[in-house]
């Protein structure tokens, strides 16, 4: 069963606005990671978080993880028209190999 | 570098069918690969792990005979949908790691939609 939750399900902006995601999970963790899917296509690694980081950056994304709440957010700033799609989580639980994918936050940034 | 190809990119087949579906890791080894199933507007459901050389574990809910899987080497593994039904119409996405365990990044295919009349 998918063990994570994201919050909004759907989020739209303008372009030059940032944006942010949410996701929440339930069990101990390895690491977080965030995943964009245009539509119809295949994913696209964006970033990873290990359990024992609380911020990590990469250009204009920011993630946050907050093991104690079981949470984590990316924010996206200076959002353009390009970044519209789909962003998942995706959970690695401990002592485990596969990822548990989130439901998903669709964004959309209109120029 | 780490890309991951499937093929085909679509692909339609009547009620009764099979069907196979390639992933390949073009510039590395992939140790374990997943194959994942999505539909419309969800989240990615992960129906298998393959490691080379062994037999697929299977996610709970996921018919084994129906989905089989083979990871014959280090680079390819294929996904065939037997006795195909307009219920297995999805977008399938595979993703290859070369390390076994959550720390290793998983690089995604670009996805098969397959679509059953």
């Known amino acids: 069963s998918q063990q994570g939750e994201e919050d909004p399900q759907a989020l739209s902006i303008q372009e030059g606005e940032n944006a942010t995601m949410n996701c929440s999970y339930k069990t101990s963790i390895n690491n977080l990671q965030w995943y964009r899917q245009n539509s119809g296509r295949g994913l696209v690694h964006l970033i990873l978080?290990?359990?024992?980081?609380r911020e990590k950056h990469s250009g204009r994304l920011r993630v946050t993880l907050d093991t104690s709440k079981k949470s984590s957010s990316l924010l996206i700033t200076a959002s353009r028209a390009a970044d519209t799609a789909s962003y998942f989580c995706a959970t690695g639980p401990m002592n485990r190999g596969k990822l548990i994918f989130g439901q998903g936050t669709e964004l959309s940034v209109k120029p | 570098g780490a890309v991951v190809s499937q093929h085909p990119s679509w692909v339609i087949c009547k009620s009764g069918t099979s069907v196979k579906i390639e992933c390949r890791s073009l510039?590395?080894?992939?140790?374990?690969m997943f194959w994942y199933r999505q539909f419309p507007k969800q989240s990615l459901m992960l129906m298998a792990t393959?490691?080379?050389?062994?037999?697929?574990t299977y996610e709970q809910g996921v018919e084994k005979d129906k989905f089989l899987i083979n990871h014959a080497s280090l680079t390819l593994s294929t996904l065939t949908v037997t006795s195909a039904h307009p219920e297995d119409s999805s977008f399938y996405i595979c993703s290859a790691s070369w390390g076994q365990g959550a720390s290793y990044e998983q690089y995604f295919g670009p996805g098969t939609r397959l679509t059953v009349t």
């Open positions: 978080i290990r359990s024992n980081e």
């Open positions: 510039d590395f080894q992939a140790t374990t």
């Open positions: 393959s490691n080379e050389g062994s037999k697929a």
